[in-house]
């Protein structure tokens, strides 16, 4: 090997190291027991109530992607929402301690002490934090379809299969903002334990409370219940990640949806009820979806940046 091979590859193994370390942890078989357990659960009662109406479900011809849809009953979650809800969680989990804990145990000196590049540490942490992630997510993704093909006995089309993926990549990129978020407190607090309760905290207020601030801030500046309310809340509540990924899971896994915005009686008068190709689906949301992919590079940059100027102590 050359001299300069250990510098170009410093990343590498760096997420190498990472990933083992992942994956021999605890926190990866709770979290990985959390998902399964929950998106399994929610595909298996989803395909009991299409089955139960299946003479009416017959003719859908994306009546697979029901099956990532359909709330379970008395519930108002769906697959979707399971994700949407838990997967900022495995973000959490895999980056609150990435160079906190590497501090806290004396071994980040020694770690930079190594012949690579200080920006390969944090380069490879998000990668193999990332790569797990992805690993996960693509495994429950197997899991839960092929219970979705034994409990209804169907196939996915071609075009089923396409927003799948779409909604896979999607995902990883959502969860990935967490994660990047989660790093990013890592290397800016002290303990471990502080960025695990500021990145809670954070996931808390943007996903489980953003519906109800964005309420009280839109009631402030125009009447409940009109038209420029509900503009102004849909507005608002694009600050969240958490609406912005509801509406991009949204598109994709309903072919039948053709706008994101406020509709007037008179624009849905007389419309003709279709489904939508993944490509147009995609030109509906593809806003979100920039945004979502600009959140996590900026989010990481931040984090990036505070790396290389810290000051690290022997």
Do not use: C
């Not at 808390?204 to 309420?215: D, F």
């Not at 801030?217 to 958490?242: D, I, K, T, W």
């Amino acid at each position: 090997m050359s001299r300069t091979d250990p510098l170009r590859t410093g990343w590498r193994v760096v997420a190498r190291k990472e990933i083992a370390d992942h994956l021999h942890s605890a926190r990866f078989f709770v979290v990985a027991a959390l998902l399964t357990v929950t998106g399994v659960a929610a595909v298996y009662a989803a395909g009991g109530r299409i089955r139960d109406v299946a003479s009416q479900a017959t003719d859908d011809p994306s009546l697979f992607l029901k099956l990532f849809t359909v709330a379970i009953e008395n519930t108002p979650f769906a697959f979707v929402n399971f994700v949407a809800l838990i997967g900022p969680l495995l973000g959490i989990a895999f980056g609150f301690d990435a160079v906190s804990s590497e501090r806290a145990q004396r071994t980040l000196p020694r770690l930079l002490a190594q012949p690579i590049h200080r920006d390969d540490v944090v380069n490879g942490k998000f990668a193999a934090g990332l790569a797990v992630i992805g690993m996960l997510l693509t495994a429950l993704m197997l899991l839960v379809a092929a219970v979705g093909v034994v409990r209804l006995g169907i196939v996915p089309r071609a075009e089923d299969v396409g927003r799948m993926l779409v909604y896979l990549v999607v995902s990883i990129v959502y969860i990935g903002v967490w994660l990047a978020f989660a790093l990013m407190l890592s290397i800016l607090l002290q303990r471990a334990a502080t960025a695990a309760l500021t990145a809670i905290g954070t996931w808390l207020v943007l996903s489980l409370l953003a519906a109800l601030i964005v309420q009280m801030v839109a009631g402030m500046f125009a009447e409940p219940g009109g038209v420029e309310n509900a503009g102004l809340q849909q507005a608002l509540g694009r600050a969240s990640p958490a609406i912005v990924y509801e509406e991009v899971t949204a598109a994709l896994l309903t072919p039948e949806l053709r706008t994101l915005g406020v509709i007037m009686p008179e624009q849905a008068f007389r419309a003709v009820p279709g489904q939508l190709p993944l490509g147009q689906s995609l030109l509906l949301v593809w806003p979100q979806l920039a945004g979502l992919v600009a959140l996590a590079a900026v989010v990481f940059a931040v984090a990036y940046i505070a790396f290389l100027r810290q000051e690290v102590r022997v």
